[in-house]
């Protein structure tokens, strides 16, 4: 059984930064793929960013250059480091991990992220 624990989310103004952790425990194997979604209220889940395990990393367009990817394999751990931050960064932050073997996927319980304009 594989359990996603996020930290980091919270209450920051527009303009402010903060840093998303993730950390995996169970049998996630050495190859798979780290990430983070979001889901603003009345929107879709929607990519964030992901990374793999060889250090792969994969970003929404629109977030390039202010959201950073990065992940301690030795830790099990993904983060996502949040500069910039506008209003409509606000939304619920969930880590996700894909494990290519056995083409399983898990969600984490989610952080809230809100932006104050």
């Known amino acids: 059984q594989v359990q996603l624990v996020e930290s980091g989310g919270g209450l920051v103004q527009a303009g402010g930064s903060l840093r998303l952790s993730c950390a995996a425990s169970g049998s996630i194997f050495s190859s798979n793929v780290m990430g983070w979604y979001r889901q603003a209220p009345g929107k879709q889940r929607e990519l964030v960013a992901n990374i793999h395990t060889g250090g792969i990393k994969n970003y929404a367009d629109s977030l390039k250059g202010r959201f950073t990817i990065s992940r301690d394999n030795a830790k099990n751990t993904v983060y996502l480091q949040m500069n910039s931050l506008k209003p409509e960064d606000t939304a619920v932050y969930y880590c996700?991990?894909?494990?290519?073997?056995?083409?399983?996927?898990?969600w984490g319980q989610g952080t809230q992220v809100t932006v104050s304009s």
């Open positions: 996700n991990v894909f494990v290519l073997r056995g083409l399983m996927n898990y």
